[in-house]
């Protein structure tokens, strides 16, 4: 198949103002069906880097953990430009991160903090296992209130069970989401006024499917 790059430009200022949160929470999830369809959108990146150079306008913040299978841009099928990225292993929150995403919203524009969580992590599996490493044991500790509130699971506590991890990993999430609006009050204040939203979501590893929670 012989297509032309369908896109050539990056975000503009206005193009940004206009959106809604709604409208980015669609567009993203437009782009999640692509992705899991496989029809990606063709982009000329070396036009849109040279069309980037003066200023960025991406619709979103998307925080991920780091694992590799999960290709943030390409999930949502989005380029140069479009998205600010935030990626710490078990998609966990401290200052610098909030920092980010206040940077990202306040100041740059985005209006939307989607934090994703995903099939099978590793972190969430050494969180549980209490792994101790080095400062991963710090990293892992920020995961504990999510381990916490899946106390009512009734199969085995422990790595080894996919339905126990799967859990905690969509608690981490909603941990995750309510520590942004706990510990940010520049991003509770926009969510409250409807300048931006707040959402976690999920992805599939088998299928690449994003839900959001
Ligand atoms: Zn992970």
Known sequence: MN????????????????????????????????????????????????????????????????????????????GIGDLFVARVAGNIVNEDILGSMEFSCKLAGAKLVLVIGHEYCGAIKGAIDNVKLGNLSTLLNK????????????????SKSPEFVDLVIRENVKVTVDAIRAQSEVLREMEKSGEIKIAGAYYDMDTGLVTIL
């Open 143 to 158: 995961i504990k209130p999510a381990i916490d509130k899946c106390c009512d699971f009734k199969g085995e506590k422990t």
């Open 3 to 78: 297509q032309e790059p369908l896109i050539e430009r990056v975000l503009s200022a206005e193009e940004q103002k206009k959106l809604s949160p709604d409208d980015v929470l669609k567009s993203l999830i437009e782009g999640n069906k692509r992705f899991v369809a496989g029809t990606l959108t063709l982009r000329d990146h070396s036009k849109q880097i040279r069309d980037a150079v003066n200023g960025q306008f991406p619709k979103a913040i998307i925080l991920s953990c780091i694992d590799s299978r999960v290709p943030v841009e390409d999930v949502f099928d989005k």
